[in-house]
């Protein structure tokens, strides 16, 4: 089975092809996130895969401090995007595997981050595509092994307003389908079901 590290690489990989597809009308383009344009999403998942390299390398919350607030995007957001997806990339394929992971939550193991960083990219990745109309690729045994992973954790992100209240959908639904649903989603097209 290939390891949540070339998973989460693959996830920012799909959502990097989109990150060139989006057209200069498109930035102000709602997402499923409701408070999050094109933009504001991009800038999110900016932060988020900022963050990667010096967390996978053993660095305290404390030690990267404010690094990286303020204007991530700045004039050119395709630009600060690849330089945040090249350094991650490079940080989870030179780190040890042993190395804890400090994080809001706790100190948690590099596998255990970055499955929740492989969660993160793969939907994040879902709401940039329905942005700007394209396809996003979730592979089916990825998004079996998410929804594994997300179930028992989904009152937890309820409660503290992480998430909406998972969608419902037909049961021969795909892996995909599924875990896009169970993040707060509606999957289908049209709908008006969203999450942050």
């Known amino acids: 089975m290939q390891d949540v590290h070339e998973r989460y690489v693959a996830a920012l990989e799909e959502a990097d092809r989109h990150v060139g597809r989006i057209g200069p009308s498109q930035w102000t383009n709602a997402t499923p996130c409701d408070e999050w344009d094109v933009r504001a999403l991009l800038d999110h ?22 690094r990286y607030d303020g204007d991530r995007l700045g004039e050119d957001p395709a630009a600060a995007w690849a330089a945040a997806r090249e350094a991650a990339i490079d940080g989870v394929r030179s780190a040890e595997p042993d ?8 100190e ?3 596998e255990s ?8 990219a793969s939907i994040h990745g879902w709401d940039l595509a329905q942005g700007i109309g394209v396809v996003h690729s979730i592979p089916d045994d990825v998004a079996a092994d998410l929804e594994t992973w997300f179930t028992p954790q989904v009152e937890r992100w309820l409660a503290v307003g992480a998430i909406a209240q998972p969608a ?15 993040s ?7 709908a008006g079901q969203s999450g942050p």
Request: aromatic share 8%; no cysteine.
């Open 99 to 106: 190395v804890p992971v400090h994080t809001s939550a706790g």
């Open 108 to 110: 948690v193991t590099a």
């Open 168 to 182: 419902r959908v037909p049961d021969d639904a795909d892996a995909a389908t599924r875990l896009i649903a169970l």
């Open 45 to 66: 998942l900016v932060y988020e895969t900022m963050w990667v390299p010096d967390l996978v390398r053993g660095a305290t919350l404390e030690q990267v401090g404010d």
């Open 113 to 120: 981050y970055l499955r929740e960083m492989l969660f993160d």
């Open 184 to 190: 707060g989603r509606n999957p289908y097209p049209g």
